[in-house]
């Protein structure tokens, strides 16, 4: 069983009850999220891409807990150059940790930081216990999603539908149809006014290719 607890934007904590994992860490700055940083107690953080509302607070989660960032090289490296440790890995590579697999995927969308380019952007795999979630990280519909959905059973996919930045709505259907999970929930809407949407109305017509959840800041789902 996977405990999947939404904490606004694209930020989630997985959690199997022996391990659990941040994902997109942005607590601080995050209008939805009343987590701090100080509170996440976590056994790896796992980043997408270098832009601020995805790294987050990852460096004060890798030192706090004494963990690694685990993303691709580039933003690995400037996370290690503030101070956290990591876990460097590249698109299409997958890696066996204590807590489970991580598997890199593509991601059209940019990544950069403050200290400027920070490689290319990616989605995750992340295999805890039996059950396998698919992060898609800020992206564009691809048809490669049809990839991952025919190589990954995919318990849960999480799907960002705000638009402007990302695959709205229309795109984020067509996502699930290409990637087949049994259950979607979507991200990175709401917390500003240009990425507005209304995820009912999204889970309403999704309902006939997955069952779509949408859960609040705070809350969580079960994936037995
Ligand atoms: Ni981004
Ligand atoms: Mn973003």
């Not at 659990?20 to 999220?33: E, M, Q, Y």
């Not at 999704?206 to 037995?224: H, S, T």
Request: charged share 20%.
């Amino acid at each position: 069983m996977l405990k999947v607890t939404y904490h606004g934007h694209s930020c989630f904590i997985v959690d199997d009850g022996k391990s659990r994992v941040i994902i997109d860490p942005f607590l601080s700055g995050n209008p939805n999220s009343g987590l701090a940083p100080a509170d996440v107690k976590v056994d790896a953080v796992l980043v997408t891409h270098g832009h601020s509302d995805h790294v987050g607070d990852a460096v004060e989660i890798s030192k706090n807990c004494g963990v690694p960032v685990i993303s691709v090289y580039e933003v690995v490296g400037y996370c290690q150059g503030k101070g956290a440790t990591g876990h460097a890995m590249h698109i299409g590579g997958s890696h066996q940790f204590p807590f489970g697999r991580v598997k890199l995927t593509i991601a059209h969308h940019g990544s950069t930081t403050e200290a400027g380019a920070a490689g290319n952007p990616c989605g995750i795999l992340l295999t805890m216990g039996s059950k396998t979630v698919y992060h898609a990280g800020d992206t564009g519909l691809f048809l490669d999603m049809k990839l991952i959905g025919e190589r990954n059973r995919l318990d849960l996919a999480l799907l960002p539908i705000g638009d402007n930045f990302t695959m709205g709505p229309d795109d984020a259907l067509a996502a699930i149809e290409f990637l087949q999970p049994d259950t979607v929930v979507p991200m990175h809407y709401d917390t500003w006014d240009v990425i507005r949407q209304d995820p009912y109305s999204f889970a309403d017509r999704g309902k006939k290719f997955a069952d779509v959840k949408v859960l609040k800041a705070g809350q969580f789902l079960e994936i037995r």
